[in-house]
């Protein structure tokens, strides 16, 4: 099962795959790090698909994710994951952070995605601790797709030798 999770590193944007996850923020609006980088290679129609699902439903909660076309991304739709701001791990950090990879698989799933893409959700601006962060993808993908055919392949994209080498060891030891 290991075989179908890897771990490059590199521009999450440029990655072949059918779908990527963008570690967006409750707004759905863009911010910085992996969501600017999405959102600005992706152009104006990804703001505009994150505008209307806005609209119909407000804000996307940590643990939640949306689903929208991918604009000028060559994937077939973006997942806009929410994970949690780390405040010391007393507060279900851990628990919504695994709640947002598996709503952000079930998407996949859902829609036939073969391939998928994760950054480290929550590792930057919301303060995540990198190792604690990985751990809690590794294994979530890794019961998920021990139970279900889809996602087939689960890439894991680190923009940072140290996210890199942290996924690289954990893979090792599956």
């Given at each position: 099962?290991?075989?179908?999770?890897?771990?490059?590193?590199?521009?999450?944007?440029?990655?072949?795959?059918?779908?990527?996850?963008?570690?967006?923020?409750?707004?759905?609006?863009?911010?910085?790090?992996?969501?600017?980088?999405?959102?600005?290679?992706?152009?104006?129609?990804?703001?505009?698909?994150?505008?209307v699902i806005r609209r119909q439903?407000?804000?996307?909660?940590?643990?939640?994710?949306?689903?929208?076309?991918?604009?000028?991304?060559?994937?077939?739709?973006?997942?806009?994951?929410?994970?949690?701001?780390?405040?010391?791990?007393?507060?279900?950090?851990?628990?919504?952070?695994?709640?947002t990879y598996r709503n952000s698989?079930?998407?996949?799933?859902?829609?036939?995605?073969?391939?998928?893409?994760?950054?480290?959700?929550?590792?930057?601006?919301?303060?995540?601790?990198?190792?604690?962060?990985?751990?809690?993808?590794?294994?979530?993908?890794?019961?998920?797709?021990?139970?279900?055919?889809?996602?087939?392949?689960?890439?894991?994209?680190?923009?940072?030798?140290?996210?890199?080498?942290?996924?690289?060891?954990?893979?090792?030891?599956?």
């Amino acid at each position: 099962m290991s075989e179908r999770m890897s771990v490059i590193q590199g521009d999450i944007t440029r990655v072949e795959v059918d779908v990527i996850v963008n570690a967006a923020n409750p707004s759905l609006m863009g911010g910085g790090g992996v969501d600017g980088a999405i959102h600005h290679a992706a152009g104006p129609a990804l703001l505009a698909a994150c505008e209307v699902i806005r609209r119909q439903q407000g804000d996307c909660a940590p643990g939640h994710a949306v689903i929208t076309e991918a604009g000028n991304i060559p994937v077939k739709a973006v997942i806009h994951a929410v994970g949690p701001v780390w405040h010391g791990g007393d507060e279900h950090e851990a628990e919504l952070l695994e709640q947002t990879y598996r709503n952000s698989l079930d998407l996949a799933a859902a829609n036939g995605y073969r391939t998928i893409a994760f950054p480290a959700i929550s590792t930057g601006a919301y303060g995540y601790p990198k190792e604690q962060a990985a751990k809690i993808a590794v294994d979530t993908v890794y019961r998920y797709i021990g139970l279900r055919p889809l996602p087939e392949q689960v890439v894991f994209v680190c923009f940072d030798d140290e996210n890199t080498r942290i996924y690289q060891q954990l893979l090792a030891q599956l």
